[in-house]
């Protein structure tokens, strides 16, 4: 997608909507900056910040819709993503590592 100037300052907008708003700190030269405005907007309460990031969806051409999303499975226990609690007896921190927890 190419930036252009409405594109631009609509994002500059919106950066400062959503810096005002949610003390979110959004710099334009990151590779998923629409995205992380968009998303931002959809967990807004204010009217123009919505308003923003529909008008930076349609200069985008990306997708954006304020309708919840499909609710979303929930992970079962042994799951490879789900992150258990570290064994009682254990007091250090627990980090991921390759998939694995890793006990420090």
């Known amino acids: ?6 594109v ?3 994002m500059k907008a919106l950066r400062r909507q ?8 959004i710099r334009l ?6 995205n992380a405005m968009l998303s931002a907007c959809l967990s807004s309460d204010n009217d123009d910040t919505r308003q923003l990031g529909m008008r930076l969806a349609q200069l985008s051409e990306t997708p954006f819709s304020f309708e919840p999303a ?5 992970m079962q226990a042994g799951h ?3 992150v258990e ?6 007091t250090g921190s627990v980090r991921i590592y390759r998939g694995q927890r890793v006990y420090a």
Do not use: F, G, Y
């Open 85 to 90: 609690p570290a064994p009682a007896h254990h």
């Open 8 to 10: 631009l300052d609509c």
């Open 29 to 34: 030269s990151q590779p998923d900056a629409i």
């Open 18 to 25: 959503l810096r005002d708003e949610q003390a979110l700190d």
């Open 1 to 6: 997608m190419e930036l252009n100037k409405a």
């Open 70 to 74: 499909a609710p979303t499975p929930r």
């Open 80 to 82: 490879p993503l789900l």
